[in-house]
């Protein structure tokens, strides 16, 4: 009987624990404009671009979810996404500060009204590779409505972003590069890579609320 009591104790305890650690973790947004210094150098230059392992424009994180915002930091500090600056960024931050800044740049693009049809609609080779894929299961209506937060809005993120993205999803995480995520591999492993290019290329055609957010002394 004393076993139990101790063991209840132990687990309330770790449950009461786990609870305050939830709370702390919600982000403030004032905290995270303070936390961006090394975010800005990419994320807040127009027209940016990655050169490594191949050129594309870093992408839009403005309006992004939180949550999602939060979950990439921890896999680039994880080894789950594998990029040379962003992990060296994100070895740096806690989760509290990962969570201020996932805060500071989810507040921006809520003010953005989004049509309630895409900007255009697919062509049938198109309609035909995102009915294989079943995108819009997770990322959501018009790809601008994940079912969950953890998950990104990818609808008017730059094409060439997301071709490398699908495309590193689809070989994998290498020794500098890469990204391990078991869903998004197995969907990507299904199309070449010019049937990876047409579907970021229309993805990216449709309205949005996701926003560049210039760092002012580069505007």
Do not use: W
Not at 107 to 120: D, F, N, T
């Amino acid at each position: 009987m004393k076993k139990l009591l101790t063991t209840v104790f132990g687990l309330s305890v770790a449950c009461a624990a786990g609870l305050l650690h939830a709370e702390e973790l919600k982000g403030d947004a004032k905290a995270g404009a303070g936390k961006i210094a090394m975010c800005v150098g990419c994320h807040g230059i127009p027209g940016y671009q990655a050169n490594f392992p191949e050129v594309y424009k870093v992408p839009k994180i403005g309006g992004q979810d939180a949550k999602y915002i939060a979950s990439a930091l921890d896999a680039y500090k994880k080894g789950e996404r594998r990029f040379p600056s962003m992990r060296g960024i994100a070895d740096t931050l806690t989760e509290q500060d990962m969570a201020d800044v996932a805060a500071y740049y989810s507040g921006h693009g809520k003010s953005v009204e989004l049509q309630p049809e895409p900007a255009r609609k697919p062509s049938d080779p198109v309609a035909q590779l995102l009915q294989k894929g079943a995108c819009v299961s997770c990322h959501g209506e018009n790809f601008a409505k994940p079912i969950d937060p953890s998950y990104p809005k990818i609808a008017g993120q730059y094409a060439d972003y997301l071709y490398a993205a699908l495309k590193q999803y689809k070989s994998g995480s290498g020794a500098y590069f890469g990204r391990s995520n078991a869903i998004m591999a197995g969907i990507a492993k299904q199309f070449t890579d010019a049937e990876l290019k047409a579907l970021a290329g229309y993805v990216s055609s449709l309205d949005t609320n996701l926003q560049f957010v210039p760092e002012a002394r580069f505007r």
